[in-house]
């Protein structure tokens, strides 16, 4: 059974950071493209980074520069760092395959960014 589950969420002020972690089970990260994504109140999931088998990365233009996708292959953990956070990236953040498989789909972890 695959288990993919989201930590490292909080509260944070504007130009914060935070660095969310993605813990896998009953899948390798290192064989399978690996994404972070994201939903706010009202809107459609995104995707926010991408890292692919081959470790080459994509990213959303709105977070380009500031948020940075990595992967830890011994720990089977897949990061997210957040720089530079602005109220607009509040949302749920989640992790995936990638392109995403819904059944893959964890609790997300909560990221708000307000003074």
């Known amino acids: 059974q695959v288990q993919l589950v989201e930590s490292g969420g909080g509260l944070v002020q504007p130009g914060g950071s935070l660095r969310l972690s993605c813990a896998a089970s009953?899948?390798?990260?290192?064989?399978?493209?690996m994404g972070w994504y994201r939903q706010a109140p009202g809107k459609q999931r995104e995707l926010v980074a991408a890292?692919?088998?081959?470790?080459?990365?994509h990213y959303a233009d709105s977070v380009k520069g500031r948020f940075t996708i990595s992967r830890d292959n011994a720990k089977n953990t897949v990061y997210l760092q957040m720089n530079g956070l602005k109220p607009e990236d509040t949302a749920v953040y989640y992790c995936?395959?990638?392109?995403?498989?819904?059944?893959?789909w964890g609790p997300g972890t909560q990221v708000t960014v307000s003074s």
């Open positions: 009953g899948i390798r990260s290192s064989n399978n493209h």
């Open positions: 995936n395959i990638n392109p995403p498989w819904s059944a893959y």
């Open positions: 890292i692919s088998v081959l470790g080459s990365t």
